[in-house]
């Protein structure tokens, strides 16, 4: 069974940073491209960066890019997701997820709420 265990949320201010961390078990895991998503209330869940299976090659949402850099660690089957220079806006709970061509593809785990106070 696979699972995805997100933890380092918690609350910050404008400016300030936050690591999360994803532990993901019940997979091949270092084969697989990885994702971050996150959904803030009232909104639709959005990718905000994707890593490929070596971690050689990165994308970012327009709204985060130069601020988040994801990262992963096959030996330990965890990705991360550094975010500095937060702003209120990224604001939101934040869950990670086994990417294909098509999206996200493991059930959702029970995602990490990181909150910005301006």
């Known amino acids: 069974q696979v699972q995805l265990v997100e933890s380092g949320g918690g609350l910050v201010q404008a400016g300030g940073s936050l690591r999360l961390s994803c532990a993901v078990s019940?997979?091949?895991?270092?084969?697989?491209?990885m994702g971050w998503y996150r959904q803030a209330p009232g909104s639709q869940r959005e990718l905000v960066a994707r890593?490929?299976?070596?971690?050689?090659?990165?994308k970012y949402a327009d709204s985060v890019k130069g601020r988040f850099i994801i990262s992963r660690d096959n030996a330990e089957n965890r990705v991360f997701l550094q975010m500095n220079s937060m702003k209120p806006e990224d604001t939101a709970v934040y869950y990670c997820n086994v990417l294909d061509r098509r999206g996200p593809t493991i059930n959702w785990g029970q995602g990490t709420q990181g909150t910005v106070s301006s």
């Open positions: 019940g997979i091949i895991f270092r084969i697989n491209a």
């Open positions: 890593i490929t299976s070596g971690g050689g090659m990165s």
